[in-house]
C-alpha cells in the first residue's frame, strides 16, 4: 500500500517556475515506477512525465521535454516534477501516481498503469 501526498503548487507567471513535490508512504517505494499526470478543466488526464526505479531512466510528454524534469529521493521517499518555463497550457491539477513495475517499465504514460494516486495540487500559470 502506498499513499501520496503532493504539494508546491500555485500561481506562476508564463516563464517562471515551479517545484513540485510528491511524499511516499511505504517501505518499497523504491520499487514503484512514479508517474506525473495533469488534468485540465473539461479535459482528460494526461501524461506528463515518469520515472524508474533507480531514478536514471525517464519518459516525459513530447510537450514538456527540455523544460520538465522528473526526479526522486529515495532516502527521502520523495518524487519531484521541477517545471520551469511555464506556459498557461500548462495550467492543471497535477497528480502523482505510483505503478508497481519492473525495474525497465519506466515508460509507463497510461493512468490505467498506476494503481496509487495524490490527491492532486493545482498550478496555474498566467500570461
Known amino acids: 500500500q502506498v499513499q501520496l501526498v503532493e504539494s508546491g503548487g500555485g500561481l506562476v507567471q508564463a516563464g517562471g517556475s515551479l517545484r513540485l513535490s510528491c511524499a511516499a508512504s511505504?517501505?518499497?517505494?523504491?520499487?514503484?515506477?512514479m508517474g506525473w499526470f495533469r488534468q485540465a478543466p473539461g479535459k482528460e488526464r494526461e501524461f506528463v512525465a515518469a520515472?524508474?526505479?533507480?531514478?536514471?531512466?525517464?519518459y516525459y510528454k513530447d510537450s514538456v521535454k527540455g523544460r520538465f524534469t522528473i526526479s526522486r529521493d529515495s532516502a527521502k521517499n520523495t518524487v519531484y516534477l521541477q517545471m520551469n518555463s511555464l506556459k498557461p497550457e500548462d495550467t492543471a491539477i497535477y497528480y502523482c501516481?505510483?505503478?508497481?513495475?519492473?525495474?525497465?517499465?519506466?515508460?509507463?504514460?497510461?493512468?490505467?498503469?498506476?494503481?496509487?494516486w495524490g490527491q492532486g495540487t493545482q498550478v496555474t500559470v498566467s500570461s
Open positions: 501516481a505510483a505503478a508497481m513495475a519492473s525495474y525497465s517499465d519506466y515508460r509507463l504514460s497510461s493512468p490505467n498503469e498506476y494503481g496509487y
Open positions: 511505504g517501505r518499497t517505494f523504491s520499487r514503484y515506477t
Open positions: 520515472i524508474g526505479w533507480s531514478g536514471r531512466n525517464t
